[in-house]
């Protein structure tokens, strides 16, 4: 990935813009192809189907590609900068991470794995849940033939969402607490 983004810096801004709103379009047409192959087995009509969404992310990924470039040139003379003071990204990475990490776990498990996992991912995935599952209505009914039905359904939403982001959050809390670990390691420093 290094060497595609130096070679993307080193054609110019312009160039590099193009080339990137290229691939990553080539990319969605790709996986509407395949979408189309899998679901519908007509891959042209998938495709000019979901001409609006490919315009939209055209767009907005021309009006991305220039920041980008910038991001990109930015982040290469900052590595120049650190190398000269013998660091790398990696070092400062580590060391944002130490700091944030030690100011994130300050609150306690309990309340981090409840209030980002539980509360905060588990609502995200609430409502990816609920759009994704949304039951269709047969044929001149509803959707839910009893308000209680609607309400059971999003409760099952909601615990699935928040059991999934709880646990989710376990797994960052535990890999995060190793990474705090190995890299506060007390024979780090006696180099």
Not at 13 to 34: E, H, N, P
Not at 102 to 118: D, I, S
Request: charged share 20%; net charge positive.
């Amino acid at each position: 990935m290094r060497r595609l983004n130096e070679w993307l810096i080193s054609r110019g801004k312009t160039k590099s813009s193009i080339l990137y709103v290229l691939f990553w379009i080539s990319f969605m047409i790709v996986i509407i192809a395949i979408h189309g192959v899998i679901n519908h087995h007509n891959i042209i009509d998938n495709i000019l189907s979901n001409k609006g969404f490919l315009l939209f992310a055209t767009l907005l990924l021309i009006a991305h590609s220039g920041k980008y470039y910038d991001d990109k040139v930015a982040l290469k003379k900052e590595e120049e900068q650190l190398s000269k003071k013998g660091l790398t990204r990696a070092d400062i990475n580590n060391i944002n991470f130490v700091k944030s990490w030690t100011e994130r776990r300050g609150a306690g498990f309990l309340k981090y794995v409840l209030f980002n996992g539980g509360l905060l991912l588990g609502s995200i995935f609430f409502l990816a849940l609920s759009f994704a599952f949304f039951p269709t209505a047969p044929s001149g009914g509803r959707q839910f033939p009893e308000f209680s039905d609607m309400i059971n359904w999003m409760v099952k939403c909601w615990g699935i969402g928040f059991t999934t982001g709880a646990l989710l959050c376990i797994i960052i809390w535990n890999l995060s607490e190793r990474k705090l670990k190995r890299l506060t390691a007390a024979d780090i420093f006696t180099n």
